[in-house]
């Protein structure tokens, strides 16, 4: 896929934090629990960590006790990239920001009482968060 943000290894490195590009950009998971956005609770947009474009509202975050923070839509369909992911030995999908094409985190089925069913499971250090009044 063809991004409208594309940049060098290079300049991502220089960008980013080596955990953020660990994730962001070479798809690893941080520990659950640990995420900084986690327990968030303000009204607010949450942007992608690379490239700061819009991913999911607050009003979608919802509590999944998986250890993530959990959004069970993105801000629109176009926002997201969804992936195939086989890298465990299981089907999984990968979301990615549509813009950049960095890593955000997996989208599940189980979102359960949800209006959509589905638990877009992301990873905080993805994620930039900016409060709205």
Known sequence: MDYEVTKSDAEWKAELTPEQYEVLRGAATERAWTGELLDEGRS??????????????SGTKFDSGCGWPSFYESVRPEAVELLEDRSLGVVRTEVRCAAC???LGHVFDDGFGTPTGDRYCMNSISLNFTPVD
């Open 101 to 103: 094409g960095s890593h």
């Open 44 to 57: 607010g947009i949450y942007t992608c960590g690379a490239c700061n474009a819009e991913l999911f509202k």
